[in-house]
């Protein structure tokens, strides 16, 4: 029996690997059968399956090297003594219960966001008392701690019991504590975390040549897509080639003075502009997804009563927003700059904090920001204090009852926002950032007027939903905005406001029973988001149907009214005659980065050549395949661009 010539330190660490490869596997197998998309099926994922064995071999090898380099000395080995078996035990019982953390709030991730935990989760450590608050509520965190602990008492059961069998079939054998089979494992451990043979190492970006989201995140793991991303929270630009995109970036923006290096172009009233000095409610909307919405033409018919009145507004079904999460949305509404930070908030970037912002431009007028929570959650605070002389309204100064973590609900927050506007003796300008529509997915029970509603699974799903309390709270959501919009309308100030509501980001899930193809693969879902003006007093009702941006929404209110404002960023004015050029930047956190139009979404990596460009409608120009690479190349050149761009921006935009 040549296997007991093996040294039995070895031995044991050869059933750890085995051990340790069987638990990975499993894991990725749980992840392909819970989140995999419709029609996605095994045959599809062996790509993923393959790359991800050799994923799994690196970070089982780095967990097996220490005893490996140690046990070259007999001295350190487990088997040596008594107190050397309890320390190696407790260091694989601690490794493992590390590995088994990060395996369970990967799977947390992918239920939230479809992605695996990445450094962007550390956006949410620092604020450890309200993301766990939000877990506590959202998810059985009870019974997931009773799991992990009975993993590791499994685990480290399987440890022990190991143990005892190497030593009971070696003992009374006369196997030599050897060098040589300790300097071999290391070279094999050694290929393993290298990754490859002959070649370069296996990068965390090797994953993204698989050209499909939910492959590519198969084929990770956690840890390697967690640490990996860790080196990206840094903000990065670089101004010679911002300034070398300039000359690009000023035609595409017009910018008056095409040959000086700078953003900052004085706006003069436009013909048309309103003189009344309409007030201005904007609304940012949480988790306010275009496909899952009414307007979409969804059948589930979630938000009738929006629908309504965006037959009565200026509507926009093709706005887009820069990235994911509602730090970012905020960012970008307020500055007019994509959060191309990837994995940390530009709003917890001390030096991208300090902004300048075209509603200190709304002289004359009350600024108010609304929030049914804590605004130091993701700094929120801290980007909106640059408006000057703002007054912040939370649940600390709204008498209302908390309903969950995220504070009171959204109708008492707007009948707080109803009761300050008619007190106004002057115009105001006031965000009202919502917050319902998220998990813990909470409705009031006091609000017993609103009817929840039963729907069968298959048609959630079908639908873009994941359960039937996203659906109901998803309908609470244009409840809320029923009962404010209801309630205004009787107001005086109603009849010279302008009311402006955007979604702060998407949802990705299964859109394609309504989109095509691009919208669910390449997750145009996470960034697509209804953008509504409304004031039937003061502007025409119109359906747009070009691409626009979430960055255009504060330049496009100054432009309805009669004020000169200062520009300094990327924002455009979408309802100026002379705009041209329809597209909106977005960027996410699987690296990469791209420009959507009328007719296109061009994608870009960040991390090594590849792009692609997908059609985003039904109905197709019928381009040749030279127009398309014309088309192709225009897109990479902007996409380029505009990103350096942000980058510089969000660093040298100050107030």
Not at 264 to 271: F, I
Not at 336 to 354: C, E, L, Y
Not at 489 to 503: A, R, S
Request: charged share 20%.
């Amino acid at each position: 029996m040549a296997r007991l010539k093996i040294p039995k330190t070895l031995l044991w660490t050869i059933n750890l690997f085995l051990v340790l490869f069987l638990f990975f596997t499993i894991f990725r197998i749980v992840t392909f059968f819970a989140f995999r998309p419709p029609g996605f099926t095994l045959s599809d994922s062996v790509p993923s399956f393959l790359m991800g064995i050799q994923y799994d071999l690196r970070w089982i090898s780095i967990i097996l090297l220490p005893i490996m380099v140690l046990g070259i000395n007999r001295a350190f080995t487990p088997f040596y003594s008594g107190k050397n078996k309890r320390i190696w035990t407790w260091y694989f019982a601690a490794v493992f219960f590390l590995v088994f953390f990060f395996f369970i709030a990967d799977l947390v991730s992918f239920s939230y966001n479809q992605t695996r935990i990445d450094a962007g989760a550390m956006n949410f450590v620092e604020d450890p008392g309200i993301s766990i608050s939000m877990m506590w509520q959202t998810y059985p965190l009870i019974w997931i701690g009773i799991g992990l602990l009975v993993a590791i008492i499994l685990f480290k059961w399987l440890l022990n019991k190991s143990h005892w069998q190497v030593s009971t079939i070696t003992d009374g054998k006369a196997i030599m504590h050897r060098k040589a089979p300790f300097i071999i494992g290391l070279a094999i451990l050694s290929i393993f975390i290298y990754g490859k043979i002959y070649t370069a190492p296996l990068k965390w970006k090797d994953s993204f040549a698989l050209k499909d989201s939910f492959k590519s995140y198969l084929a990770l793991n956690p840890l390697q897509n967690f640490f990996s991303t860790m080196r990206l929270r840094q903000p990065v630009f670089n101004e010679s080639k911002a300034r070398e995109v300039f000359p690009l970036m000023a035609d595409f923006l017009q910018l008056p003075n095409k040959d000086r290096f700078g953003f900052k172009r004085v706006v003069q009233p436009r013909s048309g502009a309103l003189e009344s000095k309409p007030n201005i409610v904007l609304v940012l909307c949480e988790s306010f997804s275009m496909y899952k919405s009414t307007m979409s033409g969804n059948p589930l018919n979630t938000t009738p009563y929006f629908d309504s009145l965006t037959k009565e507004g200026i509507f926009f079904e093709r706005c887009f927003t820069p990235h994911f999460s509602t730090a970012r949305g905020l960012f970008a509404i307020i500055t007019g700059i994509p959060d191309v930070q990837m994995f940390k908030f530009s709003t917890r970037n001390p030096a991208a904090i300090n902004q300048n912002t075209i509603i200190n431009d709304f002289t004359g007028y009350s600024k108010h920001y609304f929030l049914g929570g804590n605004p130091e959650f993701n700094n929120f605070q801290g980007i909106v204090s640059n408006i000057h002389n703002l007054q912040i309204h939370t649940d600390e100064t709204i008498k209302a009852p908390r309903i969950n973590v995220w504070g009171i609900s959204d109708k008492d927050l707007f009948i707080a926002a109803n009761q300050q506007f008619k007190k106004e003796t002057k115009p105001f300008f006031a965000v009202i950032q919502t917050s319902d529509n998220h998990r813990p997915y909470t409705i009031p029970e006091t609000d017993n007027d609103f009817i929840k509603k039963v729907v069968p699974d298959e048609e959630l799903v079908k639908f873009g939903f994941g359960s039937l309390n996203e659906y109901n709270t998803f309908r609470y959501s244009d409840y809320c905005f029923r009962q404010f919009m209801e309630t205004a309308k009787q107001e005086k100030y109603f009849e010279n406001t302008i009311f402006v509501f955007v979604g702060d980001h998407g949802v990705a899930g299964n859109a394609t029973a309504l989109y095509p193809p691009a919208w669910t693969n390449q997750r145009l879902t996470d960034e697509h988001v209804p953008l509504l003006f409304y004031a039937p007093a003061l502007i025409e009702p119109e359906v747009r149907k070009e691409t626009v941006s979430q960055i255009d929404v504060l330049p496009t209110i100054a432009g309805l009214l009669n004020i000169t404002y200062a520009n300094t960023t990327l924002g455009r004015d979408i309802l100026d005659p002379k705009k041209k050029n329809d597209i909106a930047f977005i960027t996410n956190t699987a690296g990469k980065i791209g420009i959507v139009n009328n007719d296109y979404y061009y994608i870009k990596s960040l991390e090594f050549v590849e792009q692609e460009i997908v059609p985003i409608k039904f109905s197709m120009p019928n381009h040749t395949p030279i127009q398309l690479d014309s088309i192709e190349k225009q897109l990479s050149l902007l996409t380029d661009a505009y990103y350096q761009t942000a980058q510089y921006l969000l660093m040298n935009n100050k107030r």
